[in-house]
């Protein structure tokens, strides 16, 4: 390649995963308040060698197709927001950072049970609010964990690593995954295999750890949710279409399901309005991964991928099959 690469970065990430790239290339950041429109993408992207985009930047076939970037390192592990297919046709390697956001989001999912099991957002704001008039014996109730049965749908990586956390809190857990753990695995992590109607009619506590996919879109529809106790609470970490949002606002609107955790939403940034007056519910805006040890550790990667592939070297981690 003559000359240094140019880079077009669309958000502002962690400095020190960044050096590296503004060592070796002429980088472009879009801003860091927020993240180009289609339209300045596909006004500005031709104009550079490579992208590194986060999941909130929508890399469709037109772009690929009029920008020909030489690779798009996404910055997620996740890469539902782009055409991969498109990208392959056009012989354009697309990366993403697996592995380093897994304890992390595995930690905001057990965050977001523990928070709206224990009602801790609703305490806080009756503490703030003046409410709180001394210790009393039914104040706050909540749901513990011990002895509970957690079922994980997706065991991957994020999957396994809430498993772990799920044996020191001693409950018993049931996995759902594509394909069957090996029984060494199914016995380190103390999880039981059962099918989807299974774990729903069986979980007290059900988090969802599955990639965004064709497949996967609503997944937890109306009926799943009726197969779940009414003492259960939901967690989702995953993608926000993988819940069926306006059917999950009904079932905790009637009670059919004791409470949600959610990381992820369907059209994000919006929230379904139906949500926003739920007790029962604990909303966070996608802070899965978002650690200063694993946003930046993200950024290497997403760096190191893009580097890679400009120097004609293979990826860290190729999405493309
Ligand atoms: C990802 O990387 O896919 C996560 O959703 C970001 O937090």
């Given at each position: 390649m003559n000359g240094r690469p140019r880079v077009l970065v669309t958000r502002a990430l962690p400095e020190a995963g960044m050096n590296k790239l503004f060592l070796h290339c002429d980088v472009t950041v879009f801003s860091a308040e927020r993240q180009p429109t289609a339209e300045e993408l596909k006004a500005l992207l031709p104009q550079y060698d490579a992208l590194l985009c986060?999941?909130?930047?929508?890399?469709?076939r037109e772009l690929l197709q009029t920008a020909r970037p030489k690779v798009v390192s996404t910055y997620a592990v996740g890469y539902d927001n782009i055409d991969i297919a498109a990208a392959t046709e056009f012989g354009i390697p697309v990366t993403n950072t697996p592995g380093v956001l897994t304890n992390a989001t595995a930690e905001i999912a057990w965050a977001l049970l523990m928070a709206v099991t224990r009602r801790i957002v609703e305490a806080d704001h009756f503490v703030r609010q003046g409410k709180w008039s001394g210790w009393s014996p039914l104040m706050l109730l909540g749901t513990e964990l011990a002895g509970k049965t957690l079922g994980i749908i997706g065991c991957g990586r994020i999957g396994l690593a809430v498993a772990k956390r799920a044996k020191a809190f001693e409950m018993n857990t049931l996995y759902l995954n594509r394909r069957r753990l090996e029984e060494a695995t199914e016995n380190e992590y103390g999880l039981t295999y059962a099918d989807l109607d299974t774990l729903l009619g069986q979980a007290d506590f059900v988090s969802l750890h599955v990639p965004y996919t064709p497949e996967a879109h609503h997944l937890i529809n109306r009926d799943a949710l009726r197969k779940m106790k009414r003492s259960a609470f939901l967690i989702n970490t995953?993608?926000?279409?993988?819940?069926d949002e306006a059917a999950l606002v009904e079932a905790l609107q009637m009670g059919e399901i004791a409470g949600a955790g959610l990381d992820v939403f369907e059209a994000e940034p919006q929230v379904h309005a139906g949500l926003l007056p739920l007790q029962n519910v604990v909303l966070a805006p996608h802070l899965g991964s978002a650690t200063w040890e694993t946003r930046t550790k993200m950024a290497e990667i997403a760096v190191e991928n893009t580097i890679k592939v400009l120097q004609g070297e293979h990826p860290i981690s190729l999405v493309n099959p």
């Open positions: 986060t999941l909130m930047d929508k890399i469709d995953a993608r926000g279409a993988v819940v």
